[in-house]
């Protein structure tokens, strides 16, 4: 994975990656320039470009130009639902930051963020979950995975698999326990540049029942775990 990043997005050469690689970690040539034409590879690469944590995408949201750390996240949001708090995020207000924070890292829908906020309108909270959603960066991400495989000639281009969504859904269900209609606000955009049409159905036919937690269970039996 840190080998094909510093081929793909570093634009780091071959041999200069070798010589990068840590003490003890020793590859040939061969074997380098192999795991960088692995396509499993490539969407692991995809993945990881693409998906963005709840933690990580209210850090952005939060501060586009600068997105917190963990630690700032934490000490932030402590300061915004301190009762009586007048403080923001930023540029932005109180109000604001606490609808923000609510939705994109506690996955909150928009009614459940208006009984919260009782001294707010609707009309609003409404509007401040549209304008985040223009600048949410998923979008943005895409285009860079799939303008740096095509210029490598990676194919099939990872967008273009399905897995890739499959894999995203999972982890936005499992790990960061999102509703479907949010999982899809943040797929979407990426499967729009990779040409792929994902529906609201086709996540409630992959999530429903456990079948990615079955097909995940039924690939660790045939192939075992990493590492």
Not at 33 to 58: G, I, M
Not at 68 to 84: D, I, N
Not at 113 to 132: D, G, M, T
Request: glycine content about 6%; overall charge neutral.
């Amino acid at each position: 994975m840190l080998a094909a990043q510093w081929y793909f997005f570093d634009l780091i050469q071959v041999d200069e990656i070798l010589a990068l690689l840590p003490e003890g970690l020793w590859c040939s040539r061969e074997t380098l320039v192999r795991w960088l034409a692995d396509s499993d590879l490539c969407l692991h690469v995809a993945f990881a470009e693409v998906y963005r944590s709840n933690d990580e995408l209210v850090a952005f949201i939060l501060q586009p130009g600068s997105p917190m750390t963990s630690s700032e996240l934490e000490k932030a949001v402590t300061q915004v639902f301190r009762t009586g708090s007048k403080d923001g995020v930023g540029d932005k207000g109180p109000l604001e930051s606490r609808v923000l924070i609510r939705r994109y890292r506690n996955g909150m829908i928009t009614e459940k963020i208006v009984q919260l906020e009782p001294l707010a309108e609707p009309k609003e909270v409404s509007r401040i979950l549209s304008h985040s959603a223009d600048i949410l960066p998923f979008g943005r991400l895409a285009q860079r995975v799939s303008s740096t495989f095509a210029r490598v000639g990676i194919t099939p281009p990872p967008l273009a698999r399905q897995s890739l969504y499959r894999r995203l859904a999972f982890q936005y269900f499992a790990s960061d326990e999102l509703p479907q209609k949010q999982i899809l606000d943040r797929i979407q955009p990426v499967a729009e540049v990779g040409s792929q049409h994902i529906t609201s159905g086709m996540l409630n036919v992959w999530l429903s029942s456990g079948r990615l937690i079955s097909q995940l269970a039924q690939y660790v039996k045939e192939r075992g775990t990493c590492g």
